[in-house]
């Protein structure tokens, strides 16, 4: 069964600081993947997704993330952090054949002036 | 832009009343989702359909019913609202090619008392 793991429940960062967020799958093929964020009361949003092609996918709002399938895992990153990007941030997994997408727990982001 | 609305963001009901949630999207996607939202238990799949009456459970489909006539339009029906179904829920659309990436509605905050 397919399954995404989220480390990390909370993460503080410095504005101006470097991010990432781990996550890692499971899943036997290889597994379209995303990364969404979401604000207080809000919907999610689609950051990116990669699916084939380039291991390394740009997303909006300046992050990447970085897929490395000997790791099963898929990170996101971000060189820069802003206070806006302080949010909750979900990593989910698809499989092959489009049916609901299996989502992380989630990562809080606080971000320190 | 793909866009998803919800009929509410924040609705009160009794316990034992009837609750409808709307769901729209604009993108004629074949593929919609509801899921529910709590804190510590991420995003679970409630129901899915990939088309016009049709539907398949997620993972906790006890308690609501959908329904969906339209292709632009999926409905989450809680029969007879309980106060354990008090959380965010969320809508979502998708279309049938890879990656089926997912679009979120803002969400909709039901409180049962």
């Known amino acids: 069964a397919q399954s995404v793991t989220q480390p990390d429940i909370h993460i503080t960062v410095s504005e101006g600081a470097s991010l990432e967020l781990r996550c890692n799958y499971s899943?036997?093929?290889?597994?379209?993947l995303f990364w969404y964020v979401q604000s207080p009361g809000q919907g999610l949003q689609l950051l990116l997704k990669y699916f084939s092609g380039d291991t390394l996918v740009q997303g909006i709002k300046g992050f990447e993330a970085e897929f490395k399938r000997s790791q099963s895992s898929f990170n996101l990153r971000k060189p820069s952090v802003h206070w806006s990007d302080a949010a909750e941030y979900f990593c989910a997994v698809g499989d092959q054949a489009g049916t609901a997408l299996i989502f992380g727990k989630g990562t809080t982001l606080s971000v320190s002036s | 832009d793909v866009k998803v609305t919800q009929s509410s963001r924040y609705l009160v009901k009794r316990t034992g009343e009837k609750v409808f949630l709307e769901c729209v999207q604009d993108m004629d996607h074949e593929n919609m989702f509801w899921y529910r939202q709590d804190p510590g238990l991420g995003l679970r799949l409630i129901y899915f359909?990939?088309?016009?009456?049709?539907?398949e459970k997620g993972d906790i489909p006890e308690g609501y019913s959908v329904s969906r006539e339209k292709k632009e339009r999926f409905s989450l029906i809680l029969e007879s609202a309980s106060t354990n179904q008090t959380s965010m829920y969320l809508c979502?659309?998708?279309?049938?090619?890879?990656?089926?990436?997912?679009?979120f509605g803002p969400g909709t905050r039901l409180t049962v008392t």
């Open positions: 359909s990939y088309d016009v009456k049709m539907k």
């Open positions: 979502a659309s998708s279309p049938i090619f890879p990656p089926y990436e997912q679009y």
């Open positions: 899943y036997g093929a290889t597994p379209y």
